[in-house]
Each structure stands twice: as structure tokens, then as C-alpha cells.
């Protein structure tokens, strides 16, 4: 059995000729990404639907606890401060995002934190919410000032380290995503060809008939199902927003 491993098809690609970008090209990842964000406005829309002061329902109770658990999170990651001008929303957007993008992987779809570029626009977005608040609490001066400290000569490491942090960021998101649909393909793989090398040792029809079924991949990928696209997803998604909140949070001390 053949390992297929892919980036994002391209779905649709209108020939416009733009100069430097060439043709408007919609891949996977788009799609999906705009199908994972319909998914979380219909799951928003039900959970708040019909909400009340003292909440009576199930989905506005669990939507009161996932808002407590992100203010506390911003909060104790980032301050009151940022609690106040409201990080909050934000941070629970990315996490949303992140983890249904990652988790779509297990109903067949191409998961839009298997493509680079998917978290190169999020970590560019974190950057550019640095860089604000570096400004914010410094002024410009204080933010060029920055780059030379403690000492001048850190100048090229302190700009490196500046530009490394999205790049790190969305490196590490990607590299625990794809390599886990990679490993998964691979177990997958490795089954089929074990089930039909077992089962191609019965001699006659009923040997041959089985070896072309790969009976081996009932079930048993489920188990590593379970790390690699559920718990790893979630956990990923988790990882990035906490690094999120301890960037913009250390940058707004100066």
C-alpha cells in the first residue's frame, strides 16, 4: 500500500494575473478554514440563543463556564488590563480556531494547521499585536531602544530574536500537526501491508480474498487516534494561545 502525503489541493484557481501574485488560487485550506468558522458561528449562535440573566440551560451554562475560563486564563496570563479592553474574545478564537481546524483531520478533511501558511497569518497577526503594544508602552523611541539592550552589540541577535518568535510559534503549531497526520498515514499504512502479508499465508481462495482486505485498520488506528488527533490538536491549540498571552503580556511591561 502506497503512503499518500499531500499538501493542500487547489480547488479553484481564477486566472486574474494580478502582477507578483499571479492567479487568485483557492485551495483546501480555505475552504475548509471558512467551513471550520461557519461551524463555530452556528455552534455560537445556538449556545447563546435565548440566553438569561440566571442561566436555565444547558448551552448557556456551558458557554458561561467557557467565558469564565478564558477571562481567568487572560486574566492571570496578561493582566486586568488586557482583560478590560477585551483579549479575551480573542484568545478564545484562536483556541476555538485552532483545535476544530486541527481536529477536522478525523472526518476525512484536510486540516487547515497542516498548512504553513495557515499558521504564518496567525503568528503574523500575534507579531503585529506585539509590536503594538512594544509601541504602547514604550513609544518609539523606546521600541528602537529595545533592540539595543542590554548591550549595542546584541543589536543583530535582539532583531533575530524579534522576527524568530512568530516564525517559532508557527513552526512548532505545524510541525506537531503535519507530523501527526503523517505518523497517522504511516500506521495506517503499516497495517494494511501487515494484514495482507498475514493473511496472504492462508493458502487458497480464501488467503488471496482476505489479503486484499485490510482488516487490521478496524480499530486499532482508533488508539492512536486518540494522542495524535484529538489530544495532541487540543493540546497544541492550547500551547499556542498561552504563548500568545505571554508575548503581548511581556511586551506591554516594556
Known amino acids: 500500500m502506497n503512503l499518500d502525503v499531500h499538501g493542500a489541493r487547489v480547488l479553484v ?28 458561528l452556528g455552534l455560537i449562535l445556538f449556545m447563546t ?33 488586557f482583560l478590560k479592553v477585551g483579549y479575551a474574545p ?15 483531520s478525523m472526518i476525512g478533511m484536510y486540516a487547515p494547521t497542516s498548512d ?12 503585529v499585536l506585539i509590536t503594538y503594544n512594544k509601541f504602547r508602552a514604550g513609544g518609539p ?11 549595542p552589540v546584541l543589536l543583530p541577535f535582539n532583531i533575530i530574536s524579534e522576527f524568530a518568535t512568530p516564525l517559532s510559534m508557527a513552526f512548532r503549531h505545524f510541525g506537531n500537526i503535519a507530523s501527526g497526520s503523517v505518523i ?14 498475514i493473511f496472504h499465508l492462508i493458502p ?24 495524535f488527533d484529538l489530544f495532541s490538536s487540543c493540546l497544541q491549540a492550547f500551547i499556542f494561545c498561552m504563548l500568545t498571552m505571554m508575548y503581548i503580556g511581556s511586551a506591554a511591561e516594556g
Open 13 to 40: 484557481e481564477i486566472p486574474v494575473n494580478i502582477p507578483v501574485l499571479g492567479n487568485i488560487v483557492i485551495t483546501e485550506t480555505v475552504v475548509n478554514t471558512w467551513i471550520v468558522m461557519a461551524v463555530i
Open 49 to 81: 440563543h435565548g440566553m438569561q440573566v440566571h442561566a436555565r440551560t444547558k448551552r448557556q451554562i456551558v458557554a458561561e463556564f467557557i467565558v469564565k475560563k478564558v477571562n481567568g486564563m487572560v486574566g492571570e496570563n496578561m493582566g486586568e488590563h
Open 90 to 104: 480573542l484568545i478564545c478564537a484562536i483556541m476555538g480556531l485552532s483545535a476544530l481546524c486541527s481536529l477536522s
Open 116 to 127: 504553513l501558511s495557515t499558521l504564518l497569518g496567525w503568528s503574523l497577526m500575534v507579531f
Open 141 to 151: 523611541l523606546g521600541y528602537i531602544k529595545g533592540y539595543f539592550e542590554p548591550i
Open 184 to 197: 497517522t498515514g504511516l500506521i495506517y499504512a503499516a497495517l494494511a501491508s501487515l494484514s495482507a502479508a
Open 204 to 227: 487458497g481462495v480464501v488467503g488471496q480474498t482476505l489479503s486484499q482486505i485490510p482488516l487490521f485498520q478496524v480499530g486499532l488506528p482508533a488508539i492512536f487516534s486518540i494522542y
